[in-house]
């Protein structure tokens, strides 16, 4: 029997962010990532455009994250003091499309690297992969407006991702992304207003909308993604509605709050009910992403490979077309 | 097709006498029309109105039962396409399949498995729901006698796949009244599974090959039977989650008949982690059952997480009661620790504390049962809320000391905090999961 299906028909759409420069653009990338361009929700390809898949940044420190489950460190062994060996690994033993490198030894209490060895770590990571780099701070916001303008202007043409603008410290890290053209991510704590106030303030800066990459926050599998994913979610529904101050693409931090979580981490002789610890932590990350891939996130910042590998799987598969 | 509340209004006795609980007949026929009430409600609609109104007030996707008793699981009746809307009410069901073709001691250890399939995580005990017993054999006294099995020695409500009406028929004379879930009906067989599913009012599993088959075959069914869940058939997972979109929306917006059933989903890869990844996506997105072969408890524990997740009510964080809550045989001496109100940040901190093995209180503070963090941003977890509640709740009397841990997230309070309620503060880990060695070092 004949069924009416219903598509919808949507006003707006998610603007798209290119990340990293190629030779040509002024940068040294071997390839460029573009994130975003949906006018439907996540991979409803029957009746919108999803021109460009959800990426995976895998997550690089520039310290040996000791307090890091034992199997993700295990998965590196031998390049966890080594950002760039790392990276590569990264990128050639796990297909990452994009490195996300946290440089937290600037932390007072974590190194206090200056803003030069900051600088360095970056270049060295650079010249050792050719996917595009996504660069955070530390967290400690004094800290993170020194380093972070100086990695955007020894970088400049790199078109790098640079993070976290938030409501209360945006000025000087949009201020060195518009000077030296990279790209921005912009923190909000899981509310749709913040979210639209804090684009508007950065906008009004004059950083132009497809320069900005949004991270809502989110929580992890078990501990808050469920307000993670409605946001998401809401946030993708007034896009396609048309409201431009929410139409940028979307980034989570994946791996860091699947990590947390004590399911992820508890071995099976403290918790024999919860079964085997390695799988259970790797699903946890996986699961995380993949309830979020479907609520509208578009970068994954991620750790285990074994998880990447996972959601690859997932994204390839839902990139699939299909037709009602 | 469905009914605006003015359609609806004038078929109403209009007394507005308020028995319904509503204000008017007006509000009531609104409430109707939105789904959030029930025709029956109303003691005086007229036979005629019922007639008419019947298939627009009922809800867009029916709720249907399998098993019986303690075994027994609700699925669809659900009014929303996204949770934020309102929520999502029948938690999808996961089915764990089992092959006929296992005997004996195998079939009993693989029983063993799936009942062992239950967890507790914050505060609450989850499992899986259903084992689907699958005719793989082909041959129907081999189906009948390990569903026999099954149905004897399984926790859970019973699946039974056959697409042969004989094996089915077989299989229901030794299970059919648990109430299973008989998969399935066919274009090939669905008259004489239609003819079982009536002889043992068991619910019927409908599968077409895409929308449209399924539609027709399910509108021809129910002509006859509508205890039903339909399944779309698709294997490949992009074309299943816009066939799971359609359905949910046509039964929601369209109130289209043939797709208001819950809808049952299986996994199609081979390797377990894949197949939970998939599953992953038919909870997010509008499955009532998903059938898979997955049976790790590492593997399920995950897909049990995103189910309490996205089938929470958006509209009110879930609560404990704010109070000082004794874990263990407490004394005057004993620890005290303070959190929030909120169900998952009190039951994660109360699983450590009873797992340090060394008695405590937990002092649960009110704030509107939102999380540490968030609850210090929003000022409901101030070192003066703290202060308050330590004094309304009777912790100064329960013990002699004047020592409190505080979870680590918020150590910025530690100085107002004491200044302010007299209290020493401890600054503890910022994971609920350090609690067991920090309580070793500060109280053994
Ligand atoms: C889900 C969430 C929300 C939900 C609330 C859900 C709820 N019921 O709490 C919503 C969307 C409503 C929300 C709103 C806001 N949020 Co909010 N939210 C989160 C999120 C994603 C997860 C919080 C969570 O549930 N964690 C899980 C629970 C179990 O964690 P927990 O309570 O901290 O408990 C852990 C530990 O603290 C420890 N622990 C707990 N108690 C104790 C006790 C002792 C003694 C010890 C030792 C340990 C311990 O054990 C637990 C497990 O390890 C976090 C970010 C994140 N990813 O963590 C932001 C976050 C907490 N929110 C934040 C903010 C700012 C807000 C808002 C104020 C934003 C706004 N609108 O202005 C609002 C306030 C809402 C209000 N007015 O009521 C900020 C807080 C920033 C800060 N550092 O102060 C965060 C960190 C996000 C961010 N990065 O900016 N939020
Ligand atoms: S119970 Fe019936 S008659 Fe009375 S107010 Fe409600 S709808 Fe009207």
């Given at each position: 029997m004949?069924v009416q299906?219903?598509?919808e028909?949507?006003?707006?759409?998610?603007g798209?962010v290119?990340?990293?420069a190629t030779?040509?653009?002024g940068g040294?990338r071997?390839?460029?990532?573009?994130?975003?361009?949906e006018?439907?929700?996540?991979f409803l390809?029957?009746?919108?455009e999803?021109?460009n898949?959800?990426?995976?940044?895998?997550?690089?420190?520039d310290?040996?994250?000791e307090?890091w489950?034992?199997?993700?460190k295990?998965?590196?062994t031998g390049v966890?003091?080594?950002?760039?060996a790392w990276?590569?690994?990264?990128?050639?033993?796990?297909g990452a499309?994009?490195?996300?490198?946290?440089l937290?030894s600037?932390?007072?209490?974590?190194?206090?690297k200056?803003?030069?060895?900051?600088?360095?770590t970056?270049?060295?990571?650079?010249?050792?992969?050719g996917v595009?780099?996504?660069?955070?701070?530390?967290?400690?916001?004094?800290?993170?407006n020194k380093?972070?303008?100086?990695?955007a202007?020894?970088?400049?043409g790199?078109n790098?991702?640079l993070g976290?603008?938030?409501?209360?410290?945006?000025?000087t890290?949009?201020?060195?992304?518009?000077?030296?053209?990279h790209?921005?991510i912009?923190?909000?704590?899981?509310?749709i207003?913040?979210c639209?106030?804090?684009?508007?303030?950065?906008t009004?800066m004059?950083?132009?909308a497809?320069k900005?990459?949004?991270d809502?926050?989110?929580?992890?599998l078990?501990?808050?993604?469920e307000?993670?994913y409605?946001?998401l979610?809401?946030g993708?529904?007034g896009?396609l509605?048309?409201d431009?101050?929410l139409a940028?693409?979307?980034?989570?931090t994946?791996?860091f709050e699947?990590w947390?979580?004590?399911?992820?981490?508890?071995?099976?002789?403290?918790?024999?009910?919860?079964?085997?610890?390695k799988?259970r932590?790797?699903?946890?990350?996986a699961?995380t992403?993949?309830?979020?891939l479907?609520?509208?996130?578009?970068?994954?910042?991620?750790r285990h490979?074994?998880?990447?590998?996972l959601?690859q799987?997932?994204?390839?598969?839902?990139?699939?077309?299909?037709?009602v | 097709?469905a009914l605006?509340?003015?359609?609806?209004f004038?078929?109403?006795?209009?007394?507005n006498c308020?028995?319904?609980?509503?204000?008017?007949?007006?509000?009531f026929?609104?409430?109707l029309?939105?789904?959030k009430?029930?025709?029956?409600?109303?003691?005086?609609?007229s036979?005629?109105a019922k007639?008419?109104l019947?298939?627009?007030?009922?809800p867009p996707?029916?709720?249907?039962?399998?098993?019986?008793?303690?075994?027994?699981?609700?699925?669809?009746?659900?009014?929303?396409?996204?949770?934020?809307?309102k929520a999502?009410?029948h938690?999808?069901?996961?089915?764990?399949?089992?092959s006929?073709?296992l005997t004996?001691?195998?079939?009993?250890?693989k029983?063993?498995?799936?009942?062992?399939?239950?967890?507790e995580?914050?505060?609450?005990k989850?499992?899986v729901d259903?084992?689907?017993?699958r005719?793989?054999?082909?041959n129907a006294?081999?189906?009948?006698?390990a569903v026999k099995?099954v149905a004897?020695k399984?926790?859970f409500?019973?699946?039974?796949?056959?697409?042969d009406?004989?094996a089915?028929?077989k299989?229901l004379?030794?299970?059919?009244d648990t109430?299973?879930l008989i998969?399935?009906?066919?274009?090939?067989?669905?008259?004489?599974?239609v003819?079982l599913?009536?002889?043992?009012?068991?619910p019927?599993?409908?599968?077409?090959n895409g929308?449209e088959?399924?539609?027709?075959?399910?509108e021809?069914?129910s002509?006859?039977y509508?205890?039903?869940?339909?399944d779309?058939?698709?294997?490949?997972?992009s074309?299943?989650?816009a066939e799971?979109?359609?359905t949910r929306?046509?039964?929601?917006k369209?109130?289209f008949?043939?797709?208001g059933?819950?809808v049952?989903?299986?996994?199609?890869k081979d390797?377990?982690?894949d197949e939970?990844?998939?599953?992953?996506v038919?909870?997010?997105?509008?499955?009532?059952?998903?059938?898979?072969?997955a049976?790790e408890k590492?593997?399920?524990?995950p897909?049990m997480a995103l189910?309490m997740?996205i089938?929470?009510d958006p509209?009110?964080p879930s609560?404990?009661e704010p109070k000082?809550?004794a874990?263990?045989?407490?004394?005057k001496?004993?620890?005290v620790?303070?959190?929030?109100?909120?169900?998952?940040?009190?039951?994660?901190?109360?699983g450590?504390?009873?797992?340090?093995?060394?008695p405590?209180?937990i002092?649960?503070?009110p704030?509107?049962g939102?999380?540490?963090?968030?609850?210090?941003a929003?000022?409901?977890f101030?070192?003066?809320?703290?202060?308050?509640f330590?004094?309304?709740?009777g912790?100064?009397?329960?013990?002699?000391?004047r020592?409190l841990?505080?979870?680590?997230?918020?150590?910025?309070?530690?100085?107002?905090?004491?200044e302010?309620s007299?209290?020493k503060?401890?600054?503890?880990p910022?994971?609920?999961?350090?609690?067991?060695s920090?309580a070793?070092?500060?109280?053994?």
């Amino acid at each position: 029997m004949p069924v009416q299906t219903i598509k919808e028909r949507n006003a707006g759409k998610v603007g798209v962010v290119t990340i990293g420069a190629t030779q040509e653009q002024g940068g040294t990338r071997t390839s460029v990532v573009k994130i975003g361009g949906e006018s439907s929700l996540p991979f409803l390809h029957f009746e919108g455009e999803m021109p460009n898949k959800p990426v995976i940044a895998m997550e690089v420190v520039d310290r040996v994250p000791e307090e890091w489950n034992d199997e993700v460190k295990n998965a590196f062994t031998g390049v966890l003091d080594n950002p760039v060996a790392w990276a590569k690994k990264c990128v050639e033993g796990c297909g990452a499309d994009l490195i996300f490198l946290r440089l937290q030894s600037a932390d007072p209490e974590l190194g206090n690297k200056s803003p030069e060895d900051c600088v360095k770590t970056v270049k060295d990571v650079l010249a050792a992969v050719g996917v595009p780099l996504a660069v955070v701070g530390c967290g400690v916001d004094e800290v993170d407006n020194k380093i972070i303008p100086a990695v955007a202007e020894a970088c400049a043409g790199e078109n790098l991702l640079l993070g976290f603008a938030s409501q209360e410290n945006y000025n000087t890290i949009v201020a060195a992304c518009m000077v030296h053209k990279h790209n921005l991510i912009a923190q909000t704590p899981l509310d749709i207003n913040i979210c639209k106030q804090l684009n508007i303030l950065i906008t009004e800066m004059g950083l132009t909308a497809d320069k900005i990459v949004l991270d809502t926050n989110i929580g992890g599998l078990g501990y808050g993604i469920e307000y993670a994913y409605s946001i998401l979610e809401r946030g993708r529904l007034g896009t396609l509605q048309g409201d431009r101050m929410l139409a940028m693409p979307t980034l989570g931090t994946v791996g860091f709050e699947a990590w947390k979580a004590k399911e992820a981490n508890v071995s099976i002789e403290e918790f024999p009910g919860w079964g085997e610890q390695k799988e259970r932590g790797i699903l946890w990350e996986a699961m995380t992403a993949t309830a979020l891939l479907q609520s509208g996130l578009d970068l994954l910042v991620m750790r285990h490979p074994e998880a990447v590998k996972l959601v690859q799987k997932n994204i390839a598969d839902l990139m699939e077309p299909s037709s009602v | 097709m469905a009914l605006t509340g003015l359609d609806i209004f004038k078929l109403l006795p209009k007394k507005n006498c308020k028995e319904c609980g509503q204000a008017t007949c007006l509000a009531f026929a609104m409430a109707l029309a939105a789904s959030k009430t029930s025709l029956d409600k109303c003691p005086y609609v007229s036979e005629e109105a019922k007639e008419t109104l019947g298939g627009a007030s009922a809800p867009p996707i029916k709720l249907v039962k399998v098993g019986k008793g303690d075994k027994e699981r609700e699925m669809g009746d659900e009014v929303v396409l996204f949770r934020h809307d309102k929520a999502f009410y029948h938690p999808t069901c996961f089915a764990i399949e089992i092959s006929d073709k296992l005997t004996g001691a195998e079939l009993d250890a693989k029983i063993e498995k799936i009942n062992g399939l239950v967890f507790e995580r914050v505060g609450q005990k989850v499992s899986v729901d259903f084992a689907a017993v699958r005719n793989e054999s082909g041959n129907a006294d081999t189906f009948a006698a390990a569903v026999k099995e099954v149905a004897a020695k399984c926790n859970f409500a019973l699946v039974l796949i056959s697409t042969d009406p004989d094996a089915m028929a077989k299989a229901l004379e030794v299970a059919g009244d648990t109430n299973p879930l008989i998969y399935c009906a066919t274009v090939e067989n669905y008259e004489k599974m239609v003819e079982l599913a009536k002889k043992y009012s068991c619910p019927l599993a409908v599968r077409g090959n895409g929308l449209e088959e399924t539609a027709a075959l399910v509108e021809k069914v129910s002509a006859s039977y509508k205890e039903l869940v339909i399944d779309v058939g698709t294997n490949q997972l992009s074309q299943a989650l816009a066939e799971l979109t359609q359905t949910r929306r046509l039964s929601i917006k369209k109130k289209f008949r043939p797709f208001g059933y819950p809808v049952i989903s299986f996994t199609s890869k081979d390797n377990p982690l894949d197949e939970v990844i998939e599953a992953s996506v038919f909870v997010a997105k509008y499955a009532s059952a998903v059938v898979l072969k997955a049976d790790e408890k590492a593997q399920i524990l995950p897909l049990m997480a995103l189910r309490m997740n996205i089938y929470t009510d958006p509209q009110k964080p879930s609560q404990v009661e704010p109070k000082a809550y004794a874990i263990g045989n407490v004394t005057k001496n004993s620890p005290v620790y303070v959190t929030t109100n909120f169900s998952l940040t009190y039951y994660t901190v109360e699983g450590e504390v009873s797992g340090s093995k060394i008695p405590a209180y937990i002092i649960s503070c009110p704030t509107d049962g939102i999380s540490v963090l968030t609850g210090w941003a929003a000022g409901k977890f101030t070192p003066d809320k703290i202060t308050e509640f330590i004094k309304a709740c009777g912790i100064e009397e329960l013990v002699d000391h004047r020592n409190l841990v505080i979870p680590g997230a918020v150590a910025v309070i530690k100085g107002a905090l004491e200044e302010k309620s007299g209290w020493k503060v401890i600054v503890g880990p910022s994971e609920a999961s350090g609690i067991p060695s920090f309580a070793k070092t500060h109280f053994a």
